[in-house]
């Protein structure tokens, strides 16, 4: 079956730059995704990307996948306070009708 | 457009009892899908509908239904509340599938005592 891994924690401090590792197993997956979760929030969506893409960029947020490792990552440049939230890593399982499989989800922490 | 909403966005319930949730989508969003967010287990997809039939469905027990209503609202309803059920339940919505992403309301947070 499918699953979406993820670490848990992540702590960097203002104006470094963040990066959020994910890993999947379904390897029919069609589309990957990124959403960020403040607290008392639903989730927003940031990005996605088509797995046939290597690489997604979209301001301070670039999105890097290997498909031969099934590995997913988001980077934030210049992260700041406002980026602290928790991230979280989704992919479709593309067998019959779409259903997204979301991972833990990665708590970042920004140092000011 | 406005967003996502969720109604209630609070709600405690004690075992025994049954609930029902409320979701209203994005103005032209058809599809309409319904997770439970729990720390232990992270999201899990409860079900998907579309045009008013239900399109997907996560493993969970029938205690958990849902449906949707021709102006693409949903509702989900939890019957036989256990402690377990005690959960943030995520309404996300799009236009017609996932693939392009989803649009999250702010959910509601279920007690169950």
């Known amino acids: 079956g499918e699953d979406v891994e993820q670490s848990l924690f992540l702590s960097v401090r203002e104006g470094d730059s963040s990066v959020i590792n994910c890993t999947y197993t379904?390897?029919?997956?069609?589309?990957l995704y990124w959403y960020k979760q403040e607290p008392g929030a639903g989730l927003q969506l940031l990005t996605y990307?088509?797995?046939?893409?290597d690489m997604k960029q979209d301001q301070r947020l670039t999105v890097l996948l290997n498909k031969k490792d099934k590995h997913l990552s988001l980077r934030i440049a210049d992260t700041q306070t406002g980026d602290s939230a928790i991230y979280f890593c989704a992919e479709i399982f593309s067998g019959g009708y779409q259903k997204v499989t979301f991972g833990i989800g990665t708590k970042l922490q920004v140092i000011p | 457009k406005a967003g996502v909403t969720q109604t209630p966005r609070y709600l405690i319930k004690t075992r025994g009892q049954q609930v029902t949730l409320s979701c209203s989508p994005i103005s032209g969003h058809r599809s309409v899908s319904w997770y439970q967010q729990t720390p232990g287990q992270g999201l899990q997809f409860l079900f998907e509908y579309f045009s008013e039939t239900q399109r997907n469905k996560g493993n969970f027990p029938g205690r958990f239904s849902g449906r949707q209503f021709s102006n693409s609202r949903s509702e989900m309803n939890v019957s036989t509340l256990e402690l377990g059920d005690s959960a943030l339940y995520l309404c996300?919505?799009?236009?017609?599938?996932?693939?392009?992403?989803?649009?999250f309301g702010p959910g509601t947070r279920l007690t169950v005592t």
């Open positions: 996300a919505s799009s236009l017609t599938d996932s693939s392009r992403g989803q649009y």
């Open positions: 990307i088509f797995s046939n893409m």
């Open positions: 379904d390897s029919s997956s069609t589309y």
